[in-house]
C-alpha cells in the first residue's frame, strides 16, 4: 500500500514538471521561427520572410492551452504585433529599414514571452539613454533641428520595445512614460517655459529608467523554482522510501534470527 502511495505521489510531482518542459519546448519553437523571420529580412529576402510569419500564425494558432496558458493579453499583442509585421514585409512602398523594424519589434516581443531570465529588449536601454542624452543636450542648446531629430530617434527606439514592455511591465508604468512622450510631442519642448522643460525631461528620463531596472529586479524564472522543488521533494520522498524498505528489511532479519535460536 505504501508503495502505491508513494508512486502516486511521484506520478502527481513530475506532471507539473512536465508541463513546464512541454511549455518551454513550444515557446522555444515560436522563438526560433520569430528569429528566423528577422534574419531572412535583414537578408532582403522578403517573400521568405512573409512566408515565414504566416508559417508562425499557423503554429500560434495551432497552439492549446495545454501547450502554453497564453492570457488573452498576450494573444492579442502578439496577433497584432505578427500582423502588422507581415503587413509592413508585404508593402512594397515601405522601405527596407522599416520593415526590419516591424520584425524587430516582434521579435523582440516573442523573445520577452519566452525569455527565462533577462529578455533581449533590455538590451535598448544603453543605446535609448545615449539617444535622450543627445536629445536632452540639443534642448539645452535650443538647437531646434537637432532637437527634432533625437526625440524622433528615441520615439522609433521606444516603439521597438513597446509590445515587449506589454509582456513584461506593469500597466502603470507604462502607462506614465505614454504619457510624458505624447506629452512632449503635443507640445513644443522648445518653446516651453524655461525653467519647466528641464523638469519635465528629467521626469521622462526617471520613467524610461524604471522600465529597465523593474526587469532587473527578478531574473529567477518561477518556473525553474518548481523544477527544483519538485525534483527536490522527489529525490526526498525516493531516499524515504529507501531508507524504510532497509528498515523492514533489517526488522524482517532480526526476527528470522530470533525464530532461528528460539
Known amino acids: 500500500m505504501f508503495r502505491v502511495k508513494f508512486l502516486l505521489t511521484a506520478i502527481l510531482l513530475v506532471l507539473p514538471v512536465s508541463n513546464v518542459f512541454a511549455e518551454g519546448r513550444s515557446l522555444e519553437k515560436l522563438d526560433q521561427i520569430a528569429d528566423e ?17 504566416k508559417y508562425f500564425s499557423s503554429q500560434f494558432l495551432s497552439m492549446t492551452p495545454k501547450d502554453y496558458p497564453f492570457s488573452m493579453d498576450e494573444q492579442r499583442t502578439i496577433t497584432v504585433s505578427q500582423q502588422e509585421a507581415l503587413r509592413t514585409v508585404q508593402s512594397t512602398s515601405t522601405p527596407l529599414k522599416d520593415k526590419i523594424s516591424a520584425v524587430t519589434t516582434f521579435r ?51 516603439s521597438l520595445i513597446h509590445p515587449s514592455l506589454q ?25 516651453m517655459e524655461a525653467e519647466n522643460t528641464p523638469e519635465e525631461m528629467e521626469a521622462l528620463r526617471g520613467d524610461l529608467k524604471s522600465i529597465f531596472e523593474e526587469v532587473k529586479k527578478d531574473e529567477t524564472d518561477p518556473s525553474l523554482w518548481w523544477v527544483m522543488i519538485s525534483t527536490g521533494s522527489i529525490i526526498i520522498l525516493t531516499l524515504s522510501y529507501v531508507g524504510w524498505r532497509k528498515y523492514i528489511g533489517s526488522k524482517e532479519s532480526e526476527n528470522t534470527r530470533k525464530e532461528r535460536n528460539d
Request: aromatic share 8%; charged share 30%.
Open 37 to 53: 523571420a528577422l534574419q531572412l529580412v535583414k537578408s532582403d529576402r522578403i517573400p521568405e520572410t512573409a512566408s515565414v510569419l
Open 108 to 158: 523582440l516581443l516573442i523573445d520577452a514571452i519566452s525569455s527565462n531570465h533577462q529578455p533581449m529588449w533590455t538590451e535598448m536601454e544603453g543605446r535609448m539613454m545615449e539617444t535622450f542624452n543627445s536629445a536632452e543636450e540639443a534642448l539645452r542648446k535650443n538647437d531646434r533641428e537637432k532637437f527634432e531629430e533625437d526625440f524622433s530617434q528615441l520615439l522609433s527606439e521606444y
Open 167 to 191: 509582456v513584461d511591465i506593469a500597466p502603470e508604468k507604462i502607462q506614465k512614460v505614454d504619457a510624458k512622450f505624447s506629452y512632449m510631442q503635443q507640445y513644443d519642448p522648445l518653446a
